[in-house]
């Protein structure tokens, strides 16, 4: 654990931001730091064998070693530290054979940790770059081992050299072995992200086909009660129809009684028997509209409740686009992750091939995932316009209805004053049979108010044909959106 701090520490916040500069800064210090501190044991035995060269080289490449994480540390700049870490390894390797014998000394075979040392730290371009450096360098020793006087004298004995190639290769152990670890945690953490993230998909597609269900139930139950909006509007257009028959009816009834009046007044109790019969018809038309009212109260109601469940219908549709952007999110997230595995899987060469091609399908399922979604956020926003239609259709068929309904009250009145005088004009017919002038005003007042009536009920006749057809449209609306739900949720599916 307090490898792993000292490491975290030489990481600049900058590079720390990014998730995948984060990785490469980790390998780089974790490389620096390796090198850096096992080269000093080897410092040591080399100054007990008098061979100072070796030693002050060891502890030199040692430094500059350990100046690597300081470099990233300072500057944030992983490449450049990649690259100066390789070189003083490079430069140590180099030091190393040239005062100790050439090819056949026991530090050559560190060469062979420079290419796997640089592909993990910088990756494919500086592996191969580093290992032509490295070729180039076995073959230099190769020729200066044919020139006698070319390479320095070892003060090494000659039995010391097995041990000295012992250590070596015990050294270069570790050191692959402390990379293939490194390399091997990093994998095994890029599967485990990868894990995490399919199961986090996994629960949202699940929260995702439950809210649709919800959604397709409620525009089903809107659906429904739109039904029994548009059967009431319809037997509410029915009924003020028949009214606006029985006030034209009533109209020419009071016509003819006034004409009646001014020809003889001694039809008078005719005349009288005829004002109760429009008394009782004006009692009828009452009783029939206080039903109508009463019906447009009921429909407003009904259509309040429509437009509220509507409202309801379009929050809904609100969330399930929030959803579908957390998909998104998701979806982004899970692409970058199977991006930084491929790249990692690629550093590991031949052994990792398995494991990018995983981690390329895992990218290509996110990229379908991102269209996925758009598809759907495109439907839900039809799905959301087409709901916004039908609230603003559902308030200016409630607006309407308010309307008529304003005007049946009204009409309501007026009827219920035309009672009255319709009662008072039978009184005063059998009181007083010779103001027979008087009467006959009172019908001709009495056929204008029983006119102004019936427009009254013509304009509210068709206001309540207008609230039907909105309320049909209406309901066709509604049907497409449950198809589109169901649509959608088919694709989904």
Known sequence: MAIRHITEWFIPDRVRESHELAIRARTVISVGLLAGLIVPVFALSYFELHHPAMAWGLLAGGAGLLLGPV???????????????????????????????????????????????????????SGVAWT????????????????????????????????????????????????????????AQGFQKLETARTEAERATQAMQQMMEQVRRSIHAAASASREIASSTTLMARTMAEQRQRTEDMVVSAQQMAVVTGENTEQSISATRMAEDAGQAASLGGQA????????????????????????????????????????????????????????????????????VVADEVRKLAERTQGATLEIEQKIRLIVDGTNQSVDAMRDGNTQMQAGRSHALAAQDRLAGIIGDTHRLGGLLRQVSSAEASQNQGFVQFAGTITAMGEATRTLTAETETIADATHRLDGLIDELGASVSQFQHQAA
């Open 71 to 125: 470099l990233l540390k300072l500057t944030g700049a992983i490449r450049f530290t990649a690259e100066f870490t390789i070189g003083c390894m490079f430069a140590l390797v180099g030091w190393m054979g040239y005062v100790n014998g050439g090819i056949l000394s026991s530090s050559v075979v560190w060469y062979a940790s420079i290419p796997f040392t640089a592909i993990f730290v910088g990756g494919r371009r």
């Open 132 to 187: 032509l450096l490295t070729l180039l360098a076995i073959g230099l020793f190769l020729l200066l081992e044919s020139d006698p006087g070319a390479l320095p004298e070892v003060p090494i004995p000659a039995d010391e050299h097995p041990r000295l190639l012992a250590k070596s290769l015990a050294g270069l152990s570790l050191v692959v072995l402390s990379l293939a670890w490194a390399f091997d945690k990093a994998k």
């Open 289 to 356: 509209m206080d039903q109508a009212v009463e019906q447009l109260n009921q429909a407003g109601q009904v259509i309040s409740h429509a437009a509220i469940q509507l409202e309801a219908l379009e929050k809904c549709s609100a969330e399930v686009s929030g959803i579908v952007q957390l998909i998104r999110d998701i979806a982004e997230q899970t692409n970058l992750l199977a991006l930084n595995a491929a790249i990692e899987a690629a550093r590991a060469g031949e052994s990792g091939r398995g494991f990018a």
